[in-house]
């Protein structure tokens, strides 16, 4: 069976603290995706990142680094230098490889707030 | 561009009602799928489908039906409304190949009292 899991429920920062949001999933799955999404206090689900199994790489986007650890089955999330519009729910989700978007497995969300 | 439109985005029903959330893609995704959200439990799928004429079962499927005649469209009908069915509803869309994320609606705040 397929899980993720995201520990942290809720996190309060400071402005320009550095803030890191865990996930870590389960799957049997040799080749799977795993995601994350953001979603704003207005509700809607923005795309954050995709990253396949086979691909280790950490990546940097901006303010944002995603660290993806096969060995612990660990894909945490680190917002530098935190904004008050960073504030939002966030969802880390998987996917097996012949479903990849259209099956996602999400997480129960980290509501990141960021005070000024 | 549209991308992924559902509709209403807001409802109210009396138990037993029964009704259809409306879901349309522009993109010619072959995925699509349907999931709630509930607080501290995240977005679970309820149905999804790999292109007209098939569908199957996600993890929260009961009291919904879909169906999906066309690629653009994948409605949700709640077929006898339940006060447990109160959620927000995500359509979803995603290609098969290439850059597989998932898009979504605006989402359907649904309230059943």
């Known amino acids: 069976a397929q899980k993720v899991t995201q520990a942290q429920t809720e996190i309060s920062v400071v402005e320009k603290e550095d803030v890191t949001l865990d996930c870590v999933y389960e799957t049997r799955d040799t080749t799977y995706y795993l995601f994350w999404y953001k979603q704003p206090p207005s509700g809607e689900l923005v795309f954050l990142i995709r990253?396949?199994?086979?691909?280790?790489q950490n990546e940097i986007s901006g303010r944002y680094s995603w660290n993806f650890q096969k060995s612990t089955s660990s894909f945490n999330f680190t917002i530098t230098a935190s904004q008050v519009v960073d504030s939002a729910v966030y969802f880390c989700?998987?996917?097996?490889?012949?479903?990849?978007?259209?099956?996602?497995?999400f997480g129960q969300g980290t509501e990141l707030s960021v005070k000024p | 561009n549209a991308g992924v439109t559902q509709t209403p985005k807001f409802q109210v029903l009396k138990t037993g009602q029964s009704m259809t959330l409306q879901c349309a893609q522009d993109m010619n995704h072959e995925y699509m799928s349907w999931y709630r959200q509930d607080p501290g439990m995240g977005l679970r799928l309820i149905h999804y489908s790999v292109g007209a004429g098939i569908t199957d079962q996600g993890e929260v499927p009961n009291g919904y039906n879909v169906s999906r005649s066309t690629t653009e469209d994948f409605p949700l009908r709640l077929l006898s409304a339940a006060p447990s069915q109160t959620s927000v509803y995500f359509c979803?869309?995603?290609?098969?190949?290439?850059?597989?994320?998932?898009?979504f609606g605006q989402g359907t705040r649904l309230t059943v009292v």
């Open positions: 989700a998987l996917s097996g490889f012949y479903n990849q978007g259209g099956k996602l497995i």
């Open positions: 979803a869309s995603s290609a098969s190949r290439g850059n597989t994320e998932a898009f």
């Open positions: 990253r396949n199994s086979f691909d280790e």
